[in-house]
């Protein structure tokens, strides 16, 4: 079965860090997409947090929310058919279930934006939890 698995979420104090990962599995392999993270806190609409271009653009393109700048680095391992979210100095609006979802070559992260709609494949999502 073709999906994407989300793991690393947790509950932490503010100010510190989680490392989130989205593996392909069942024959998805992620350098052809890009990948992107996006959070949905109770009671508010999914947002877009971070992503990376596809592998095949060959330019490594990647975005950031405003409010995550400088603290969370989107990364790819190819080996491991795995897309990280690295968060750091964690605050308590960071709190969400965190998804990481594929967008085909080209589209989904370009341009200096996270293009939402072009999101096709979504894994289940993990839960982070920042509180003191």
């Known amino acids: 079965q073709v999906q994407l698995v989300e793991s690393g979420g947790g509950s932490v104090q503010p100010g510190g860090s989680l490392r989130l990962s989205c593996t392909g599995s069942g024959g998805l392999t992620l350098d052809y997409y890009a990948i992107g993270w996006f959070r949905q806190a109770p009671g508010k609409e999914r947002e877009g947090v971070s992503c990376l271009s596809s592998v095949m653009t060959n330019d490594g393109h990647t975005v950031y929310k405003d409010s995550v700048k400088g603290r969370f680095t989107i990364s790819r391992d190819n080996a491991m058919n795995t897309v990280y979210l690295q968060m750091s100095s964690l605050k308590q609006e960071d709190t969400g279930t965190y998804y990481c979802?594929?967008?085909?070559?080209?589209?989904?992260?370009?341009?200096?934006?996270?293009?939402?709609?072009?999101?096709?494949?979504w894994g289940q999502g993990t839960q982070v939890t920042v509180s003191s």
């Open positions: 979802a594929t967008a085909d070559s080209g589209y989904g992260c370009y341009a200096g934006k996270i293009h939402h709609s072009d999101y096709d494949q």
